[in-house]
């Protein structure tokens, strides 16, 4: 055989392992491209619902403000009327 021939024979099999080995690495990057984009995804959603959390809380701590208000005011008409 020819070097030539040696060549072709040879040439074949490695740029088919060459192949494969890109195509799997782009597999992997696109995998991982994949991944960190449904990261950032679920970071900026509990951002929002984190956000959404401490307007609620803010919301509760007023209310009970409220609450205790109306209850002090409701003891001191309870306390009027039983002196009348």
């Known amino acids: 055989m020819t070097t030539f021939e040696w060549i072709s024979m040879l040439l074949a099999p490695?740029?088919?392992v060459a192949s494969w080995l890109a195509a799997t690495r782009?597999?992997?990057n696109r995998t991982i491209r994949e991944m960190q984009q449904t990261i950032f995804n679920l970071v900026e959603e509990n951002k929002r619902v984190y956000a959404e959390l401490?307007?609620?809380r803010k919301e509760i701590v007023g209310l009970?403000?409220?609450v205790a208000q109306l209850t002090l005011e409701n003891a001191e008409l309870k306390q009027l009327i039983e002196n009348l």
Do not use: P
Request: glycine share 8%.
């Open 14 to 16: 490695v740029t088919g």
């Open 26 to 28: 782009l597999r992997q």
């Open 54 to 56: 401490t307007e609620a």
């Open 64 to 66: 009970s403000a409220q």
